[in-house]
């Protein structure tokens, strides 16, 4: 009775922080709440844009294992959950796919630095905010060079925090 | 008197700068010679041109990836 007691206490929790975490009004603050108290996130933030939400949260789902890999098979994994069979041959949607799971990989490494001290909540927020703003650009389906612009601006910022 | 006047003009030439024999210079270390660095000769290899070929260990290698895919939407 005991134990029943405190898991449902555990779960009421759980879901009090998460809904406290969903219903913060921007992402930044969204993204800032999930990195100070992990929660399971519902649907990720890059898959927010309408008519994509579900599958992008199916890409994320098949895809989790790939981010226990490193190096080329870390790469043939996303190519393979992203069905990216060739450069040449790669419809628009498995190339998108693709670019948000390479996003993804950056996260993982924001994640990662925060969860070691390298780098403080507020950077960690500022970089995941904004690798979620590029991964619905590209779900949006805005033009390569807007996306390449983007990044190229991130790419600097990214480079001054995670040194 | 003679003798004499030899004899100073002797120790007047003896004293004059092109009779001191010059001091051995004071013993100063060669430069060394500074050995350059080999510095290791780059060959460049065939440009990667394929996104899903690179190995993701550093996240400059994830960066390349992006922004081959994305000269893959351009083409």
Known sequence: M????FVLLFVLASSVVAATCDERPTLHKRVSCRQETPSPELVPEACMVPGKQDACVDLY???WQ???MSGLTKNTCFR???RFTSVKNADDI??????ILLLRDLQERVEDAHDDGSITLEQAADLITSIAQIQRQVLRGEPAS?????ISGFKQNYRGIMR | MRRLFLLLLLMAACA??????????????EPA???APVRPVHVPGPSPTDPTKLSLDAADDVFLALELTLDVFER
Request: with cysteine; aromatic share 12%; proline share 7%.
């Open chain 1, 2 to 5: 005991r134990w029943g007691a």
């Open chain 1, 61 to 63: 789902r098949r895809s």
């Open chain 1, 66 to 68: 790939c981010y226990t």
């Open chain 1, 80 to 82: 393979e959950q992203a």
């Open chain 1, 94 to 99: 498995s190339k998108c796919d693709y670019l």
């Open chain 1, 146 to 150: 807007s996306i390449k612009s983007t």
């Open chain 2, 16 to 29: 004059s700068e092109e009779f001191v024999i010059p001091l051995q210079p004071e013993y100063a270390p």
């Open chain 2, 33 to 35: 010679r500074s050995a």
